[in-house]
């Protein structure tokens, strides 16, 4: 099998990402708003136009999104403050008003656009179960041979996702996400700040270990490091430093 079969793609024309970002939602831990994250859009994002992509913007249920309050640079905490790309699409009107309006996953089709890449932050890991036509779409791209691509807790629609045969999508696969390491982080980061009695886990779930228990062979590159592997039209990214290198294996797939 070539790599022309694994991703067929017309060379002449420009390629079209699908890029997908979750609708807010409310964490059932916490009873906090979570949303998407602004990294794993921004920077991705920055990589496929410099290449001259065209980038469409889609939500499972469309309308209006929201980031979680951490990934933006402005945000009093300061946990994003150096994350330049972001700002420079927040700053943009054309660009951050896409966010305003995201069109629904029912829109995308296998026709027009060459891969998708779903998006992480901390509403997939409440919304994406139900999220049963982004299940769809997903399986349908990856069953074509055209890029999957899912980046941080994104990665939660591989969860929901089964081959034609039934079986989990990621039975057998190489992949990542985020890692119980980076999960244990954050948990402790919350309890040494009061806002959650220890022992009480941020997510309600875990990527690494639902990937593991369906099958899937999960690697990951290490505490807040970039990483992003590549298993066939598989692409998955670890958190959500790994937008760079999660778009990079993206273009890799499509030809340059």
Request: with cysteine.
């Amino acid at each position: 099998m070539s790599l022309k079969d694994v991703n067929p793609v017309d060379p002449a024309r420009r390629r079209r990402i699908a890029l997908v970002i979750a609708n807010p939602s409310t964490s059932p831990v916490t009873g906090w708003p979570v949303g998407f994250w602004w990294s794993e859009l921004t920077h991705p994002w920055h990589a496929f136009a410099e290449r001259g992509y065209e980038v469409e913007l889609f939500s499972p249920d469309g309308g209006r999104c929201e980031a979680d309050a951490m990934s933006d640079p402005r945000d009093p905490g300061g946990y994003s403050a150096g994350d330049l790309i972001s700002m420079g699409f927040i700053a943009t009107p054309a660009l951050v008003a896409l966010v305003e309006t995201t069109r629904p996953v029912a829109e995308i089709t296998l026709d027009r656009f060459d891969a998708i890449v779903v998006a992480g932050g901390q509403s997939p890991m409440v919304s994406f179960e139900a999220a049963t036509g982004l299940h769809a779409v997903f399986q349908a791209f990856h069953e074509a041979g055209k890029v999957a691509c899912a980046l941080c807790h994104g990665t939660a629609v591989l969860a929901f996702c089964r081959t034609p045969g039934g079986r989990p999508l990621v039975e057998g696969r190489t992949v990542t996400g985020f890692a119980n390491v980076e999960e244990d982080f954050a948990d402790r980061a919350v309890w040494d700040y009061g806002l959650l009695p220890r022992g009480t886990h941020l997510m309600a779930w875990r990527i690494e270990d639902r990937l593991k228990a369906q099958g899937a062979n999960y690697v990951q590159g290490g505490l807040w490091r970039g990483f992003a592997v590549r298993d066939g039209n598989l692409i998955t990214g670890q958190q959500n430093f790994s937008g760079g290198e999660t778009a990079a294996l993206v273009i890799d797939a499509l030809g340059g």
